[in-house]
């Protein structure tokens, strides 16, 4: 079944025991009493709403060994869960809510997590241009009207392309055939389908987590703000949240559940896959308990984003190093502050002077930027969410926060209170490199066939939002369409 090329490779790889080859049981390394030699059928790496949601599936559902790689100390990704000692309650700053497609709910309540629809409450909205900390005095927000006219045009357009953009792009035809919708900038898209009334919101929503939003080509758009998301906001798609109000609760469960076979603090230092089909070798390090853990595995699979640090232990071929150095991404980093000069249930966003009064095209303000100071009802903390291109750091995140706070005490847009001090930041995460995105021209030279092409070479399969849709419960049915085939290749 394994080449034997294989086999001598991984003789080669000197700290693989070989006394060890061939059982299935966690044992110690014969040499060093520190690392610890693992059999899997299935090597995860990335724990959030993709990798998570794969090991439960590939070991529940299709009853094989897994071990998931999580360089966090939890699992969950993006969900970012904040709870105040004081009181108890939890606060989300990343994921706020699930679309409930794909069977989605059935997923929460078979770890007994009871759901409920998501209520968003009403906030006191200010329209500040954070360049200048000002409330801008003749802005008109569009009407319900518009608003929905606006997504109700963006989804029969959107509807066009359903089959070729989600939840994968399989069905993407060869570059000449690709739709020249989708290779618009958007703002051309918007214009050509007077989408202006929903713009405000398509940015509020998800549009916020590219830097370059409204010159982003459409099709990349559309990964984001999908069909399922705009359905949702028409009230045609339903959404949910647990009961408890705590996003972490379904991958806490998840963890629990999984056990040993999750290690969280951990990344994958160095690792050997096969030309071909055989077993794949990985060297793990976990930076809490100084402890390195080698795992043989039928299979991996690559969760993580794919940029150049996550996958550099992999030793990329020239063919995987070219395709995914074609991606560049945006940085987003959420957070939750407080100050005594934030005023109770109100929202402070971010729009540019220039979308005065109703010019709502330009309602997106320029990165690096904070998007908006929001109010969690009943409670004196407010989410923040700042966002740049790939080379953004959680001090620059910081920094544009405090900064756009700050212009809005000195513009009295907010009072300032004596004696006077920063922002109190409860939480500051940042998502990394997220929205992977690339030019018109590459995808022009057949991009998207040759990434496709990537999957299950080297025995290695990926998922996760640089394959599908970026919503969580997109990227479970894009994983759930996955997982048969790399099944069939074990
Ligand atoms: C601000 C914000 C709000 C969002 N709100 C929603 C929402 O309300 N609903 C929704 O459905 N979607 C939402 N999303 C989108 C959703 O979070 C993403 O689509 C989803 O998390 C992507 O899943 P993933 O598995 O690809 O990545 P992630 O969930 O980010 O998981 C990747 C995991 O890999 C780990 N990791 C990274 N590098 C390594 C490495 N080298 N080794 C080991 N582990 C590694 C990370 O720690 C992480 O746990 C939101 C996104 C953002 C940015
Ligand atoms: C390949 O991996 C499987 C599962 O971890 C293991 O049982 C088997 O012994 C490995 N084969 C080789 C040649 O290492
Ligand atoms: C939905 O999920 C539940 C539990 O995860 C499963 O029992 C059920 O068969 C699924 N239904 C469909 C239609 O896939
Ligand atoms: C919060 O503000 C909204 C919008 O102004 C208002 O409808 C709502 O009643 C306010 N809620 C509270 C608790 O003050
Ligand atoms: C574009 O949409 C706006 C808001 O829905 C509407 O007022 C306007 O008339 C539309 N323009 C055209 C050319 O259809
Ligand atoms: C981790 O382990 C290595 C090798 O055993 C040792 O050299 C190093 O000092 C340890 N580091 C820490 C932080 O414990
Ligand atoms: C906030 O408090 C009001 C009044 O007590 C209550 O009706 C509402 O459900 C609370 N909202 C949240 C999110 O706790
Ligand atoms: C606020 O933070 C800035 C750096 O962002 C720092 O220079 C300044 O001293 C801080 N001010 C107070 C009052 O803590």
């Not at 929460?108 to 329209?127: E, T, Y």
């Not at 739709?179 to 929503?205: E, R, S, V």
């Not at 966002?387 to 001090?395: E, R």
């Not at 004696?419 to 998502?431: M, Y």
């Amino acid at each position: 079944m394994i080449p034997n090329t294989i086999t001598v490779a991984c003789l080669l790889w000197l700290w693989v025991p070989s006394t060890l080859a061939g059982t299935e049981q966690d044992k110690r390394g014969a040499s060093d009493p520190q690392v610890t030699t693992i059999y899997r059928d299935v090597a995860i790496v990335g724990g959030g709403a993709a990798g998570s949601y794969a090991a439960v599936r590939l070991r529940e559902d299709f009853g094989l060994s897994v071990v998931v790689i999580e360089k966090d100390d939890k699992l969950g990704g993006h969900v970012n869960t904040w709870t105040d000692r004081t009181t108890g309650r939890s606060f989300d700053a990343g994921v706020q809510n699930w679309i409930d497609i794909n069977n989605a709910s059935s997923f929460f309540r078979r770890f007994g997590i009871a759901v409920q629809p998501n209520v968003r409450s009403v906030l006191d909205q200010h329209f500040v241009d954070f360049a200048t900390g000002s409330e801008l005095t003749s802005y008109t927000p569009p009407s319900a009207a518009d608003r929905t006219e606006g997504l109700r045009r963006y989804l029969a357009a959107a509807e066009q392309f359903i089959s070729i953009l989600e939840p994968g792009w399989w069905n993407l035809p060869e570059p000449s055939k690709i739709p020249a919708d989708l290779l618009l900038p958007f703002h051309d898209f918007a214009a050509k389908y007077n989408l202006t009334g929903g713009l405000p919101q398509i940015f509020f929503t998800t549009g916020f987590g590219k830097h370059n939003f409204m010159d982003s080509l459409t099709l990349f758009v559309m990964r984001s703000f999908d069909v399922s998301m705009v359905r949702t906001l028409l009230g045609l798609e339903a959404n949910f949240v647990p009961v408890s109000r705590r996003n972490q609760d379904l991958y806490d469960a998840i963890r629990n559940s999984l056990g040993p076979d999750v290690l969280t603090s951990s990344t994958v230092i160095d690792a050997h896959r096969p030309d071909g089909n055989g077993n794949v070798t990985l060297k793990v390090y976990n930076q809490d308990t100084n402890t390195t853990t080698h795992i043989t595995a039928k299979k991996l699979l690559f969760t993580a984003a794919p940029t150049k640090n996550n996958l550099q232990p992999f030793h990329l071929s020239p063919d995987e190093k070219d395709t995914f150095n074609s991606f560049y991404y945006s940085t987003s980093v959420v957070g939750i502050v407080s100050h005594p000069s934030l005023p109770l249930n109100a929202s402070f966003i971010n729009t540019p002077a220039a979308a005065q009064p109703s010019n709502w095209a330009a309602a997106v303000p320029s990165y690096p930027y904070n998007t908006r100071f929001e109010n969690y009802p009943n409670s004196s903390y407010y989410r923040v969410i700042a966002v740049g291109d790939q080379t953004f750091t959680i001090n620059q995140a910081r920094d544009v926060i405090q900064s756009s706070f700050d212009k809005m005490l000195a513009a009295g847009t907010l009072p300032r209170i004596t004696p006077a001090r920063n922002l109190t930041f409860h939480l500051l995460k940042s998502h990394g490199q997220v929205s992977a995105s690339t030019s018109a021209e590459v995808l022009g030279t057949g991009f998207i066939q040759r990434l496709n092409a990537l999957q299950g070479k080297r025995s290695t399969w990926y998922t996760g939002a640089a394959w599908s849709v970026h919503l969580t419960t997109s990227l479970w049915g894009f994983t759930d369409g996955l997982l048969p085939r790399l099944v069939a290749s074990l």
